[in-house]
Structures are given as structure tokens and as C-alpha cells.
């Protein structure tokens, strides 16, 4: 069974969560839960619990549905607050029967996704498999202490990191996580927090094994991981262009979705234009991901994601390394900046002097 933890307030990419789950804004033009449904289902794991919040819940069940659309059969399980992942395992319990499972962030993005990482799983059968990568700066995250092959300990944004391998946010568990669940107290900021209930499988005896994650991860949190995985995201994609050209040029590994039309603009990919977006007069560059019914005008636009709806329109300068709520409106009004770097919530409407 899987569990996507899909709570939590996003504070470090509002202005764009105060209206929308944060796991729910699109990279390459797909809603980050997404990515992880869709890992889950390729490694066979179809039954999946999302915990959600009640501020966003409604949400994202409407945008998931029950799942089937992405081969998953969905339950949502409300996580009245948000007191830490181990205690988003003890909401899950009654769901998850007892029994192992697979729990991975909403907010996460692997590559190479977790079918292989879930079968060494079933095979070995551990008390639990925590999956850990390399990082330049592991004081930011929580880091796994090694003596051989083996964990002995996690320590969380450690001054000090004892090694560069940082935990990804996906885990796999056996049953002994309840009971370490329940067994631990909660941590200073008021939650149980998963690295201390893998810590008390250690402690104890238990069986836990690691794997390092082959392929990029990201955790989507902050605007520059965003950007970074929509970059990753669309460096694999496949050119396809359905939608209409009209004295327009499409270069490189481009989408370009039915009912869009570009008139008289350029696209340099790697790039996705959304089903009936408006290009007109327009550059689009590399690493840019324009969503449905956008529309840009007269204006450049390049490594950035624009969301349903938005528009931009009389850009003096290149906007770029920006992320554009729904429906917002961006102009230009006098005068001429040089650089526009931006992260606008949705419904937004600016004019740049």
C-alpha cells in the first residue's frame, strides 16, 4: 500500500500557496502529487492513502479524483493538524491495516522513480528502507550517520553533517513503525517526527536498511527548487507540437499542446505550451513551462512557469527564473526595468513602472 502525505501549508512558496496546495502547483505543466502517484502505480503499488489538511483537502481531492484516471485506487485520510509525519503514519493506521507500506512526500520528485527501491523492499522485507542522496549542503536536511552499510544514526540539519547523505522524502516501512510511532515524544517544535521514530527502530534492534537514490531528486518546497525541477522535468521530454503555428519557429525538444496558437513568436525548448494558450509577438526560452489558456504577448519569457490562465503582455525586458500564479496579469506600464525575477499568487494583477 502507498501513502502520499499531502498536508502541510507551504509558507515557502506562498504567495502561491495562500490559494492552492502547494503540492498541487504544476511542474512541466502537471501538479507535482501527480509525479508521485504516478511512481507509485509503475512500482505496482495501487492502493494509496493521501493525507490531507483540512485547509487544502477539498482541493486536491478534486483535482485527484479517486484516482483512476492515474491508475491508482485513492482514499483521502484528514490529518486534523499538522503534528509531524510520524503522526500522519498513526492517522493512517486503520487504513494502511497494520501492514507495510510505502510513504512518500506529495511535494518530492525522483527521476527514476522508487520501482526498483520498492522491490528490494518486498524482497529483504526490513523493518524499514529509508532512501538517501547525495547533497552539496546536507545541513539543510536531515542527514543518515553510516558505520559501514549501516544506519546508526539521523541526525536533523546537523551543524556538523557527518556524512552528505540526506534523507529523501520517500520511506518504506513495516509494521514496527506503528509501535515506534506511538513510543516516541514529540519533538521541540510539537510534532513526532519520522527521523525520531526510525531512530527508535535502531535503538531497538530493528532492521533498517538504506539505498542511495541514482538520478535527481528534489523537494519542491522553495521557488528555486520549483524552477529546478521544472528544468529537470523537461529536459526529458519528446517534441510534439499539435497546436497551430502561424509564421512562428518551434526549436528543439518542444510540446506544444492542441489548441494553442502561435503567431508570428518563437519557442526554444526544451519548453511546454499548454492547450489553448496565446503566443503572439513573443519569445518563449528554454525551461519554460506555460499552462493552459495563458497568453504572453509582445514580451520574453525563459526558465520560468506561468500557470493557467495568466497572462503576459508588454514586457520592456525579459522575464525570467519566475513563477506566475493562476490568472494573473502582468504588464508593463512606464519606464523600462532592466531584470524582472518574480514569484506572483494567483489572481494577481501588476503593471511595472
Same mark, same amino acid.
Given at each position: 500500500?502507498?501513502?502520499?502525505?499531502?498536508?502541510?501549508?507551504?509558507?515557502?512558496?506562498?504567495?502561491?500557496?495562500?490559494?492552492?496546495?502547494?503540492?498541487?502547483?504544476?511542474?512541466?505543466?502537471?501538479?507535482?502529487?501527480?509525479?508521485?502517484?504516478?511512481?507509485?502505480?509503475?512500482?505496482?503499488?495501487?492502493?494509496?492513502?493521501?493525507?490531507?489538511?483540512?485547509?487544502?483537502?477539498?482541493?486536491?481531492?478534486?483535482?485527484?479524483?479517486?484516482?483512476?484516471?492515474?491508475?491508482?485506487?485513492?482514499?483521502?485520510?484528514?490529518?486534523?493538524?499538522?503534528?509531524?509525519?510520524?503522526?500522519?503514519?498513526?492517522?493512517?493506521?486503520?487504513?494502511?491495516?497494520?501492514?507495510?507500506?510505502?510513504?512518500?512526500?506529495?511535494?518530492?520528485?525522483?527521476?527514476?522513480?522508487?520501482?526498483?527501491?520498492?522491490?528490494?523492499?518486498?524482497?529483504?522485507?526490513?523493518?524499514?528502507?529509508?532512501?538517501?542522496?547525495?547533497?552539496?549542503?546536507?545541513?539543510?536536511?536531515?542527514?543518515?550517520?553510516?558505520?559501514?552499510?549501516?544506519?546508526?544514526?539521523?541526525?536533523?540539519?546537523?551543524?556538523?553533517?557527518?556524512?552528505?547523505?540526506?534523507?529523501?522524502?520517500?520511506?518504506?516501512?513495516?509494521?514496527?513503525?506503528?509501535?515506534?510511532?506511538?513510543?516516541?515524544?514529540?519533538?521541540?517544535?510539537?510534532?513526532?517526527?519520522?527521523?525520531?521514530?526510525?531512530?527508535?527502530?535502531?535503538?531497538?534492534?530493528?532492521?533498517?536498511?538504506?539505498?542511495?537514490?541514482?538520478?535527481?531528486?528534489?523537494?519542491?518546497?522553495?521557488?528555486?527548487?520549483?524552477?529546478?525541477?521544472?528544468?529537470?522535468?523537461?529536459?526529458?521530454?519528446?517534441?510534439?507540437?499539435?497546436?497551430? /503555428?502561424?509564421? =512562428?519557429? &518551434?526549436? @528543439?525538444?518542444?510540446? #506544444?499542446?492542441? %489548441? !494553442? +496558437? /502561435?503567431?508570428? =513568436?518563437? &519557442?526554444? @525548448?526544451?519548453?511546454? #505550451?499548454?492547450? %489553448? !494558450? +496565446?503566443?503572439?509577438?513573443?519569445? &518563449?526560452?528554454?525551461?519554460?513551462?506555460?499552462?493552459? %489558456?495563458?497568453?504572453?504577448?509582445?514580451?520574453? &519569457?525563459?526558465?520560468?512557469?506561468?500557470?493557467?490562465?495568466?497572462?503576459?503582455?508588454?514586457?520592456?525586458?525579459?522575464?525570467?527564473?519566475?513563477?506566475?500564479?493562476?490568472?494573473?496579469?502582468?504588464?508593463?506600464?512606464?519606464?523600462?526595468?532592466?531584470?524582472?525575477?518574480?514569484?506572483?499568487?494567483?489572481?494577481?494583477?501588476?503593471?511595472?513602472?
Amino acid at each position: 500500500m502507498g501513502l502520499i502525505l499531502s498536508g502541510g501549508a507551504g509558507t515557502r512558496l506562498r504567495p502561491i500557496t495562500h490559494t492552492s496546495a502547494k503540492q498541487l502547483v504544476p511542474v512541466a505543466n502537471k501538479p507535482v502529487l501527480f509525479y508521485g502517484i504516478e511512481a507509485l502505480v509503475e512500482a505496482g503499488v495501487t492502493e494509496v492513502g493521501i493525507v490531507i489538511a483540512p485547509e487544502t483537502g477539498d482541493e486536491i481531492a478534486q483535482a485527484v479524483g479517486d484516482g483512476s484516471a492515474l491508475g491508482a485506487q485513492v482514499t483521502y485520510i484528514q490529518q486534523a493538524e499538522p503534528l509531524g509525519l510520524a503522526h500522519a503514519v498513526l492517522t493512517a493506521e486503520e487504513y494502511l491495516r497494520g501492514g507495510p507500506f510505502v510513504m512518500y512526500l506529495g511535494d518530492n520528485l525522483l527521476r527514476d522513480g522508487i520501482t526498483g527501491l520498492v522491490s528490494a523492499f518486498r524482497d529483504s522485507e526490513p523493518d524499514a528502507l529509508i532512501l538517501l542522496t547525495r547533497v552539496p549542503d546536507p545541513g539543510n536536511y536531515g542527514v543518515a550517520e553510516l558505520e559501514g552499510d549501516r544506519v546508526v544514526r539521523l541526525i536533523e540539519k546537523p551543524s556538523q553533517p557527518p556524512t552528505d547523505l540526506a534523507l529523501v522524502g520517500v520511506y518504506m516501512f513495516g509494521a514496527a513503525i506503528y509501535e515506534a510511532a506511538k513510543a516516541i515524544e514529540p519533538s521541540g517544535r510539537g510534532e513526532l517526527e519520522i527521523t525520531d521514530a526510525i531512530q527508535w527502530l535502531i535503538d531497538g534492534g530493528k532492521r533498517v536498511e538504506r539505498r542511495t537514490v541514482t538520478g535527481w531528486w528534489k523537494d519542491t518546497g522553495q521557488l528555486d527548487d520549483m524552477l529546478e525541477a521544472n528544468r529537470l522535468v523537461l529536459e526529458d521530454i519528446e517534441r510534439r507540437v499539435e497546436g497551430e /503555428l502561424v509564421d =512562428s519557429k &518551434v526549436d @528543439g525538444r518542444v510540446v #506544444v499542446e492542441h %489548441g !494553442a +496558437r /502561435l503567431e508570428r =513568436s518563437v &519557442v526554444r @525548448g526544451p519548453a511546454i #505550451v499548454g492547450a %489553448g !494558450a +496565446r503566443i503572439t509577438d513573443a519569445y &518563449v526560452g528554454p525551461y519554460t513551462s506555460i499552462d493552459a %489558456g495563458v497568453v504572453v504577448e509582445r514580451a520574453e &519569457v525563459e526558465h520560468s512557469i506561468l500557470l493557467a490562465g495568466a497572462s503576459v503582455r508588454d514586457l520592456g525586458s525579459r522575464m525570467e527564473a519566475s513563477l506566475l500564479g493562476r490568472n494573473v496579469t502582468l504588464s508593463r506600464g512606464d519606464g523600462l526595468p532592466k531584470t524582472l525575477r518574480m514569484i506572483i499568487g494567483d489572481n494577481s494583477e501588476i503593471r511595472i513602472p
